[in-house]
């Protein structure tokens, strides 16, 4: 026999909870924040990454005050002398100088302002640019859609180094114009992959709700469907600002990205590489830092990804 | 089937003729080409000689259709710093591009494949965080850098192989060796992941429950569904790779037609330069358009959806 409370007045069970059971069903089922925070905590991989690229952002920011020289002070006395572990070298030039006497140890750390910058602004331009296009897609459909994937298409076609060195050499190798050229070559991954989960999305009885409600569609789609889309799209820019990095040091490797005399660690490598034979280490010292914060930027990628959907790991 | 290849088909002609535009116009969009190539202290009439020398001084529209309706009858113009043909310039390179990106996809490959099934069938042990670690490390190392590592190693250190050139097999080694190791991470992940997915499904469990063996059963059942999605991924990324082996043809010296591209891009020779841009792109379309097909022809669902 099934009890039925007649008695309208009678509080909902569930609306008034005693405070003891709120306590017991906080400790049972924690919040997703709160799932998050420990899912962070015992990552290795998010840990790690983050705290290197937490301390490449600290010198960045810190440079002029970390770096012991001008990395453009020229003394050509002090010409290519050896780094610390050689033993030759000594604590006023920890990374030994460069051809013309710069103080490596500096140039490198000056370094990292470049390639945090340029990774950054890349990832976030392109997000802004290839979200906005997947989503419109994704939400409008039929022709809309089609003239999204037809820019996809032509993208993906076009040989992407080649034409951002083309860009390059026209445009010039400013900070700006490096930015604006690798998100050109960076938003069709945004795009393709919220034009899919927008799709999905547009489905769900909330975009009904609020289309029923009468909100216009540019609020549906920044109020209720960019929301459901911000950690995929956070884990994209994270693994495409170590792209970005890894691109504009091979453009300036190759002369056609940042010029000279500013330190990045892809031009490094390339004015290095003339005396390698001799001095390996103006080599290996800026690819090495392009390696630890790339590898560290990825870490720190697969690690938000992990943290915010598990279920998507592989 | 034949409306589906038809649409492609419709998409691929457009995709190739707003990509032929793009190639077109790469280097023209500065606004003033004849200026760039008649030098710095050019006088205005030498300029308006050069503009005209080379066709420039047309509208846009004239000088691209001029140019498109050449290239269709296989006259490509010539280069401007050389005067050679442009179709000869990219037929005597183009072997050596093809080459490296065969070989590094091959690579990759032999690499990613064997290694991605091991991963999957034991997740989350030592095998598999080994084999993610290698994805990670190919990801994040930047590889002119490690070009030049191997030329200080293999080159000079131990001297067994030669650091710049195409004359010989050798010659390709080491280039194929870092782009092998840069394209092989996304395959590594890709195979990992469809085989995890496959090994999950019922067909897979009744197999195993028949009392099949298990290797037959990782190779013939699961690895022949995982594989597809990776053939597709390798279509793209043979089309990447001939593109962007721009910077292992420029530090080893092979001659190959990214290394054309880049010489001709530091001197604004734009016939040299459009047409390779456009030839990729237009080899990047075929490529997955077969592709496409190939998958289509397999795969009901993509025809139909």
Not at chain 1, 241 to 253: G, N, R, T, W
Not at chain 2, 118 to 135: E, F, Q, V, Y
Request: hydrophobic share 55%.
């Amino acid at each position: 026999m099934i009890k039925v409370n007649t008695d309208i007045t009678a509080p909902i069970a569930t609306s008034h909870p005693r405070e003891e059971e709120i306590d017991e069903f906080e400790i049972s089922v924690p919040s997703p924040p709160e799932l998050m925070k420990r899912r962070a905590k015992k990552h290795v991989g998010f840990i790690l990454g983050g705290t290197v690229v937490l301390l490449v952002l600290i010198l960045a920011v810190f440079a002029p005050l970390i770096a012991p020289f001008d990395p453009y002070d020229q003394t050509l006395t002090n010409r290519l002398l050896p780094p610390i572990w050689h033993e030759k070298g000594s604590w006023s030039h920890p990374f030994g100088t460069d051809a013309l006497g710069r103080d490596y140890f500096s140039r490198v750390i000056f370094g990292a302002r470049i390639s945090l910058m340029i990774g950054f602004f890349a990832a976030a331009v392109s997000a802004v640019v290839g979200s906005t296009l997947g989503m419109i897609g994704g939400y409008f459909g039929g022709k809309t859609d089609a003239v999204v994937m037809y820019l996809i298409n032509v993208k993906l076609a076009l040989p992407g180094l080649l034409v951002a060195l083309s860009l390059v050499s026209v445009f010039g190798g400013s900070l700006i114009a490096l930015i604006c050229i690798l998100a050109f070559l960076f938003w069709d991954r945004y795009a393709v992959v919220t034009r899919s989960v927008t799709q999905q999305i547009r489905t769900n009885d909330y975009i009904t709700a609020a289309q029923a409600v009468g909100a216009s569609r540019l609020r549906i789609i920044v109020g209720e469907v960019l929301p459901n889309l911000m950690n995929q799209i956070i884990v994209i820019a994270s693994l495409e600002m170590a792209v970005a990095i890894l691109v504009e040091a091979a453009l300036s490797f190759l002369g056609l990205g940042i010029q000279p005399p500013t330190p990045s660690w892809g031009l490094l490598v390339s004015e290095g590489r003339s005396f390698m034979f001799f001095k390996p280490y103006l080599v290996t010292i800026p690819g090495l830092a392009i390696f630890m914060l790339v590898i560290s930027i990825n870490m720190m990628g697969d690690g938000i990804r992990d943290i915010t959907a598990p279920e998507g790991r592989n | 089937m034949l409306n589906f290849v038809i649409h492609r088909i419709y998409v691929s002609i457009l995709v190739a003729i707003t990509v032929s535009v793009i190639g077109f116009s790469l280097l023209r969009i500065s606004g003033d080409l004849a200026a760039e190539l008649a030098g710095e202290d050019a006088s205005t009439e030498e300029i308006a000689e050069v503009a005209k020398a080379y066709g420039l001084d047309r509208p846009f529209h004239v000088q691209y259709f001029d140019w498109a309706g050449k290239a269709l009858s296989g006259d490509l113009g010539r280069s401007l710093f050389t005067n050679e043909l442009v179709v000869e310039l990219i037929t005597d390179r183009i072997g050596v591009t093809f080459k490296l990106a065969i070989y590094s996809l091959i690579l990759g490959l032999l690499l990613a494949v064997p290694l991605g099934v091991l991963a999957s069938t034991r997740p989350n042990t030592w095998i598999d965080r080994m084999a993610l670690g290698l994805a990670v490390f190919g990801q994040a190392i930047p590889n002119f850098w490690l070009a030049l590592i191997m030329i200080l190693f293999f080159g000079v250190t131990l001297r067994w192989l030669p650091i710049s050139g195409s004359e010989t097999e050798w010659h390709f080694v080491m280039p194929t060796l870092t782009l092998g190791l840069t394209v092989m991470p996304q395959f590594m992940r890709l195979t990992r992941t469809g085989m995890l997915d496959v090994l999950d499904s019922d067909f897979i469990r009744t197999a195993r429950a028949k009392g099949l063996n298990p290797i037959r059963v990782l190779f013939k059942h699961a690895l022949r569904n995982a594989i597809l999605p990776v053939i597709s991924l390798a279509a793209v990324v043979f089309g990447f790779l001939l593109g962007g082996s721009v910077i292992m043809e420029s530090i080893f010296a092979l001659n190959g037609v990214g290394f054309l591209a880049f010489e001709s891009i530091q001197r604004q020779d734009f016939p040299v330069v459009q047409s390779i841009v456009v030839m990729l792109s237009f080899i990047y379309i075929l490529l997955t358009f077969l592709s496409d097909v190939i998958n289509a022809q397999l795969d009901p669902r993509i025809r139909l959806g």
